[in-house]
């Protein structure tokens, strides 16, 4: 079969010097074809350009990308790649889940401490194999290069309660613990010093750090005239009450978050 579909076509060949018009005329010169293909490039192109101008116009109202798709992008960063401008790498983002600290409309902050404690948790979880090694000064350099900034992320914002100092103190011990392998049946209390001991450590690392990163932010904050500062040493207008009590509201709130490290 190919071969006699060989012999049939073997002397066959296209007529390539002759194209049609827009009326149907077949045209032959060279000089009519082209200008014939010049013509139909030039109104293809034109055809293309008011096409992408008028979409251009349609769509003056930029609007924002969902949320959903935002996640995604930021889920697809590649690794092992040098941050950017703002000296993020990839794998910073992805381990601090969603960005920024979320304040309610009554300042408590103790939902977005849970989250990060429970974002750092579950990288802790993931890394039990290291967890298990013997090396205890590695493991340490480990959990304060990887889990530790990941629980403490926008800790800047942070005003601490009561609460929300217990709740990081268990989880700091709970980090020693995994890397003494020490179990829940040991009867080992988290006040008991031993722990710490074992450690070389003479005191808890992990709400001083919080201390010194609110402390910079603070020296940061007010050497600019800018409205964080404002709003940190700035008062709310309240009638009624004295002007000497409304002075640095923003600064009593701070600094009470402060007293409880």
């Known amino acids: 079969m190919y071969s006699g579909i060989n012999r049939l076509m073997r002397n066959f060949t296209p007529r390539l010097s002759a194209i049609k018009d827009k009326d149907g005329k077949t045209l032959t010169e060279n000089e009519e074809i082209s200008n014939r293909w010049k013509e139909y490039c030039s109104e293809m192109y034109e055809a293309n350009t008011n096409e992408e101008m008028k979409q251009v116009e349609s769509n003056d109202e930029i609007l924002e990308p969902p949320r959903s798709e935002v996640e995604w992008e930021i ?3 590649p690794k092992g790649k040098s941050a950017g401008n703002d000296e993020i790498h990839a794998e910073m983002i992805n381990a601090s889940g969603e960005q ?3 304040i309610e409309a009554d300042g408590k902050i103790t939902p ?4 990060r404690l429970a974002i750092a948790t579950s990288k802790l979880k993931s890394m039990m194999n290291i967890w298990k090694s013997q090396s205890t000064p590695l493991k340490m350099r480990i959990l304060k290069s990887c889990i530790f900034p990941v629980a ?6 942070w005003t601490l309660t009561k609460k929300d100092v217990e709740k990081i103190d268990a989880f700091e011990m709970k980090c020693y613990r995994k890397i003494l392998r020490i179990p829940w049946t040991a009867r080992r209390p988290n006040q008991s010093t031993c722990i710490l001991q074992e450690l070389g450590m003479k005191e808890r690392q992990l709400l001083k750090n919080i201390k010194q990163l609110k402390l910079k932010y603070f020296g940061h904050v007010v050497r600019h005239n800018n409205l964080e500062k404002l709003c940190l040493e700035g008062a709310v207008d309240r009638a009624g009450e004295a002007e000497a009590d409304q002075e640095g509201d923003g600064l009593k709130t701070f600094l009470t978050g402060l007293a409880f490290l």
Request: hydrophobic share 20%.
């Open 75 to 77: 889920k697809q960063l």
């Open 100 to 102: 920024g600290a979320n």
């Open 112 to 115: 977005d401490i849970r989250k």
């Open 152 to 157: 403490t992320y926008g800790c800047e914002t």
